[in-house]
């Protein structure tokens, strides 16, 4: 499975009532740490599909969910379990600093 973008309208399906944990990279076209990160998450997806899904929110296109979780600088990553924020993380990171940042979420 590869990354997908959510939206306000499909955050709750997408992310809160997901079966597996879930990534939430919040980021912005215009940001290059964004999308020089963007290859790494495209690979964990891959990676650990099954265990862990990777979903991106553009803080342009859904201010109201970076406000909600409190975004204030991008990348920012969020990791929701349940429906509910498990874990919190900033900047462009190579994979295994992903990787160690996932691993107690990577059943």
Do not use: H
């Amino acid at each position: 499975m590869s990354v997908r973008a959510t939206t306000t309208s499909t955050f709750q399906s997408d992310v809160l009532q997901n079966g597996l944990p879930v990534l939430v990279d919040f980021w912005a076209p215009w940001c290059p740490p964004c999308r020089a990160v963007g290859p790494v998450l495209d690979q964990l997806a891959q990676e650990q599909e099954g265990k862990i899904e990777v979903i991106k929110v553009n803080v342009d296109e859904n201010p109201e969910l970076a406000r909600k979780y409190a975004v204030t600088s991008i990348p920012a990553f969020r990791v929701f379990n349940n429906g509910d924020v498990v874990g919190s993380f900033l900047g462009a990171m190579p994979k295994d600093a992903f990787e160690t940042r996932l691993s107690p979420y990577l059943s």
